[in-house]
């Protein structure tokens, strides 16, 4: 399962592409929102420069006319950007248009599998379960995650499943026993996957323990 990081705030993307770990960015406007700044084509380019892999960007505009006019501009940004497009009938006609100019669709803000199913028959490149949401919703997001991963490989569907909205490390491995191609992660939950006390404690106790040799070589 690749990861990918869930932010808009360039700081922990650069701390994040140091980790080697990180080969994706998902933005949204909420997100953005978050950031102090309006200038979200400057960011997203930015973020492009830093991480080479797929960038999603949100088309926020309504009506399809507008819609695929814009991700035609947001995909111009960066080659390596892919266009968020909500998982709708307006989107899905959106998602048809952009992939047969090979524009990359991320179906996004999908809570069931005929959304999920949909969004991969018109040619979107990603669909992104929202597993968070649909937990606080009293659903189970991660169930979700797994049919579409069931019936995406049963149908030999070529879209990527994005297991998103992801809350705690827990959902970073429940995402990959389930198959998910990608769990894009807030910041702070990366840097929780890498935690362990028992490695801090087994770190703590080489130090130490190499210390004492160190000073037995002394005398
Ligand atoms: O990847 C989707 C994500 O940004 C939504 O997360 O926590 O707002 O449900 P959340």
Known sequence: MEIFLDTANIEQIRQGAKLGVVSGVTTNPSLMAKEDTADYEAVV???????????????????????IEEARK?????????????ATAEGLEVTSALAKETI???????FSLNQ????????????????GRLDDAGHDGME??????????YYQLPAKVIAASI???????????????IATV???????????PLTDVGVARFLSDWQSISKRKGK
Request: proline fraction near 7%.
């Open 116 to 131: 999920a199913l949909l969004g991969a028959l018109a040619g979107a490149a990603f669909v992104s379960p929202f597993v």
């Open 74 to 86: 947001i995909a111009a940004w960066a080659p390596n950007v892919v266009v968020k497009i909500p």
């Open 186 to 196: 807030p910041y702070k939950v990366l840097t929780q996957m890498i935690q362990h």
């Open 104 to 110: 990359k669709v991320n179906f996004t803000l999908c």
């Open 144 to 153: 979700l995650v797994e049919d579409i991963v069931d019936t995406f490989e």
């Open 45 to 67: 380019k930015e973020i492009c420069t830093i991480i080479p892999g797929p960038v999603s960007a949100e088309v926020v505009v309504e009506g399809t006319e507008a819609m």
């Open 167 to 181: 809350r705690h490390p827990q959902h970073c491995l429940a995402a990959a026993k389930a198959g998910a191609d």
